[in-house]
């Protein structure tokens, strides 16, 4: 089967590897139709997320058909249609123990597509517990969101939101800022949304949630919310990890702050008022709490349309393309500013549905 295979920085390629095989008795091998791009891969490829062990294959948002199931298998059969939580936990471990298993300090050798092979590629190895089986109108492009949208609602949960009367924001139109503004919508909260980049606005002016508004610059969208750029928020997603600092010194008294973006940047908040003013700086990633079951549950109820947020289908084959579009050039071994309208970008490894 083919696979797609990290190097090292800029050094990623189609390879024929090994078809799998179930090892222990609750391991599910498993066919795979396809597999979304996620920013962990872009900042892998490029380098500016550093992570991943040479000789792994990328990807881990994913959903196939099981092909093999292992001994101890009693939940799963060949031909189940399946969405994979790659987000693998002991339960053992201090971390575990604590309740905080995104950081299981098993993580080095079990993190698919950063240190155990993901998911671009015909097969994946699972295990038993981390599967979820597809009801059948649930396709496997919505399917794939599942992973992603689970590390919205873990970030979601951390923000503790108890009133939906609350001035709100998330700052980039990429897929996590989408699914960061639709999840705030189910939880009845109105944020708006700042983008600069034309191409990203082009797609999410028409993929918003009802009466969310998108603006250029964070002072055009407080001038245009709420008449004036000193008013101050209660809440602020920042998907960029540019904005740190802007948004932290526009924080309202009892002010949150969540970053989601794995950038390699520094910032310098003023200590004082994170005390003077009761602010929170929150980070989160990975699924956590049940998350990404009850993610699957809104796509598979239609309470967040992850459909609508599917800009791209490439094959396999054409992985370079797919990476080009969201400004991941691995031809030319560079970062390229965005110019197609687009959002979620997934790839087809098979025709399967």
């Known amino acids: ?49 550093p992570v991943a062990v040479s000789g792994t294959t990328l990807g881990h948002e994913t959903a196939g058909i099981v092909a093999q199931v292992g001994k101890g298998v009693t939940r799963f059969q060949v031909g189940d ?43 994946y190895l699972a295990k038993e517990n981390l599967l979820i089986k597809l009801d059948e109108h649930v396709s496997m492009e919505d399917a794939s969101l599942t992973e992603p949208l689970s590390c919205t609602l873990t970030g979601v949960d951390k923000l503790g939101i108890t009133h939906t009367n609350i001035r709100a924001a998330v700052a980039g139109a990429g897929p996590m800022g ?6 705030l919508h189910e939880r009845g909260v109105k944020a708006f949304m700042v983008e600069k980049n034309e191409s990203r606005r082009q797609f999410a002016k028409n ?31 920042d998907t960029t990890g540019q904005l740190t600092e802007y948004i932290f010194d526009h924080l309202a008294p009892g002010g949150k702050l969540l970053n989601v973006a794995l950038k390699d940047k520094h910032s310098s908040l003023d200590i004082m008022k994170i005390a003077d003013k009761s602010l929170s700086v929150i980070g989160s990633i990975d699924s956590l709490n049940n998350s990404f079951e009850r993610a699957y549950a809104m796509i598979r109820d239609g309470i967040i349309p992850v459909g609508r947020l599917i800009s791209h289908v490439f094959d396999l084959k054409d992985y370079q393309q797919a990476f080009l579009t969201v400004g991941c050039d691995i031809a030319a071994k560079t970062q390229i500013p965005l110019s197609t309208p687009n959002c979620k970008v997934l790839i087809r490894i098979s025709d399967l549905k």
């Open 1 to 49: 089967m083919l696979a797609l295979k990290y190097h090292q920085a800029w050094n990623v390629r189609i390879q024929q590897v090994n078809p799998l095989f179930c090892v222990e008795a609750d391991d599910v091998v498993v066919d795979i139709a396809v597999c979304g791009i996620c920013g962990t891969d872009v900042g892998i490829i490029t380098d500016s997320y």
């Open 81 to 123: 249609r399946v969405v994979i939580n790659p987000t693998y936990s002991c339960g053992h471990c201090r971390m575990c123990q604590i309740g905080n298993p995104n950081h299981c300090e098993k993580k080095m050798g079990t993190e698919a597509g950063v240190s155990y092979d993901g998911a671009f590629a015909g097969q």
């Open 207 to 237: 993929n918003l949630p009802p009466e969310c508004q998108l603006y250029s610059d964070f002072d055009e969208a407080l001038i245009q919310e709420y008449g004036d750029t000193a008013m101050l928020l209660d809440l602020c997603v």
């Open 178 to 183: 989408m699914l960061y503004i639709w999840a």
